[in-house]
């Protein structure tokens, strides 16, 4: 569980900016952690402007207010603090403020008490840097959170957050893409060229259609969606229009529906009149659907693999791959080569960005541990 789960669980806003980078985690959390966005350019010149009124009050200005930095934004006096910090792997930094004040209120909370602070009135917010190891080099994120301990506070955050996002968004995509360029981009697998579970299935299948999507949930909940599937159980996920009578897919985790076995049934309708068969199952790793039908005239043979792949210890990425078979080739090619990869496109991205939302909201409901890590 990532650190800031611990200090600012289930916010009413997330951002997650992630890049992959080719430098080592060690190498790339001294660069993270101690990255500056002054350097860029017309961020400096945001926090020039933003100080005009304290050199206008006579106010001279420090190498350290010029510095935007983790330990610049958190020193005393700012209303910021680091809440905890795991040296090479995670720091966090939050406020309880008014923030949609010109000159912001801050409350006085000492980091233990920051998570269970609920003082009306007040709004809360949390970012952090983590890294993690990734294949050959690592993974860095940079995560927002933001709360309030009211509903008229979130309503007045929320206004507040809607125009000042304008310009605090591009800053954090800037500074990712100058830590990126810094520690050099890595390459991740391609989900048309990697190797995945099920591939043996079907060896001489020409057509294949492959997506793939970040997920900043653990592998084992996501599973858990992928174990729902079918309309037997939770639905497709997709466009349930389409795919389930129009009845929307079940939008929580159920009692019962945690595993499935090689040889079960998963209903590919709601009329309960057609199956696709477990063929391979890895607990939270690969599930693989196969199945074949005679349509248009001619045979056809599919698998469909999900496939989740960890990427740290607290999101994943998950490949979906559809291969097809079939005879005659002409109709092989009419239904597996022109017809069906626009349609299983549009569902199959739907079903991910469905998945995605519900798993990562999953993830950010989860009770915070116990014990808290201070400095």
Not at 4 to 20: A, K, S
Not at 170 to 190: C, F, N, Q, Y
Not at 241 to 264: C, F, K, N, Y
Not at 299 to 325: K, N, Q, S
Request: aromatic share 10%; net charge negative.
């Amino acid at each position: 569980m990532r650190l800031i789960q611990q200090y600012l669980p289930n916010p009413r806003h997330t951002e997650i900016n992630r890049v992959f980078v080719k430098a080592k985690p060690a190498d790339a959390w001294e660069y993270a952690r101690h990255f500056d966005a002054a350097t860029i350019p017309w961020v400096k010149l945001l926090f020039d402007i933003r100080a005009l009124p304290d050199l206008l009050r006579g106010r001279e200005r420090t190498a350290e207010d010029r510095s935007v930095g983790v330990d610049q934004v958190a020193r005393k006096g700012t209303g910021f603090m680091i809440l905890a910090e795991k040296p090479g792997q995670e720091v966090v930094v939050g406020s309880v403020g008014q923030f949609w004040h010109l000159n912001i209120p801050f409350a006085s909370v000492a980091p233990t008490d920051f998570r269970d602070f609920q003082e009306p009135g007040w709004g809360k917010l949390a970012w952090s840097i983590s890294v993690e190891p990734y294949n050959e080099g690592s993974t860095i994120a940079l995560e927002l959170r933001t709360t309030a301990t009211d509903e008229a506070s979130w309503e007045k955050l929320n206004q507040y957050y809607q125009l000042i996002g304008l310009g605090s968004q591009p800053i954090r995509r800037s500074a990712m893409a100058h830590i990126v360029a810094e520690l050099g981009k890595l390459k991740t697998p391609d989900e048309d060229e990697v190797v995945l579970p099920g591939d043996e299935h079907l060896p001489d299948a020409r057509y294949s259609l492959n997506h793939k999507i970040d997920i900043e949930a653990p592998p084992a909940l996501v599973w858990r969606y992928l174990m729902q599937l079918g309309c037997d159980r939770a639905g497709w996920y997709s466009i349930d229009a389409l795919d389930h009578e129009g009845i929307p897919s079940t939008d929580h985790l159920m009692a019962g529906w945690e595993t499935r076995q090689v040889g079960d049934k998963v209903s590919a309708t709601m009329a309960i009149d057609n199956f696709y068969e477990v063929v391979a199952v890895e607990p939270e790793h690969y599930l693989l659907l196969g199945g074949e039908v005679d349509r248009i005239g001619g045979h056809f043979a599919m698998t469909w693999a999900f496939v989740l792949e960890p990427i740290g210890h607290d999101a994943c990425r998950l490949y979906t791959r559809v291969r097809v078979e079939g005879t005659p080739k002409w109709k092989e090619w009419l239904l597996a080569g022109f017809y069906y990869p626009p349609v299983h496109a549009l569902m199959e991205r739907t079903q991910l960005k469905h998945i995605q939302k519900l798993a990562e909201r999953d993830a950010r409901a989860r009770p915070a541990e116990i014990m808290l890590i201070t400095q």
